[in-house]
């Protein structure tokens, strides 16, 4: 059973860094064919696709978020971790890590979620 916890602080100020860690356990982020993703929702609002990082350490963001996102990993420690630069009020969000099979899409792991709030 793979199981996926994110952590971070719950409030940041805006044009601050938001700062979140993705702890996998079950299975390992080099496992062939999965992506390690990060998925947000704020308030009232569908889920939104943040980017991802692969077994090998490639990586690939919303062109929306492109300048501002960074996703890493450590895999000694079997995490993966994101920045999101430059923060606002619109990303006060839900954020979850989701393991996504590269095949087919499926999004079949999902961390609980940890609320953001951006705000002085």
């Known amino acids: 059973q793979v199981r996926l916890q994110e952590s971070g602080p719950g409030l940041v100020k805006p044009a601050q860094t938001l700062s979140l860690i993705c702890t996998v356990s079950?299975?390992?982020?080099?496992?062939?064919?999965?992506?390690w993703s990060w998925i947000r929702q704020p308030p009232g609002k569908g889920l939104e696709w943040l980017g991802a990082?692969?077994?090998?350490?490639?990586?690939y963001y919303s062109p929306s978020l492109k300048s501002r996102i960074s996703i890493s990993r450590d895999t000694s420690k079997n995490q993966f971790s994101l920045q999101l630069n430059s923060v606002t009020p619109e990303d006060t969000a839900v954020y979850y890590c989701v393991r996504e099979g590269v095949l087919a899409g499926l999004r079949d792991y999902w961390g609980q979620g940890t609320q953001v709030t951006v705000s002085s």
């Open positions: 079950g299975g390992s982020i080099t496992t062939d064919y999965y992506y």
């Open positions: 990082i692969s077994n090998v350490g490639s990586t």
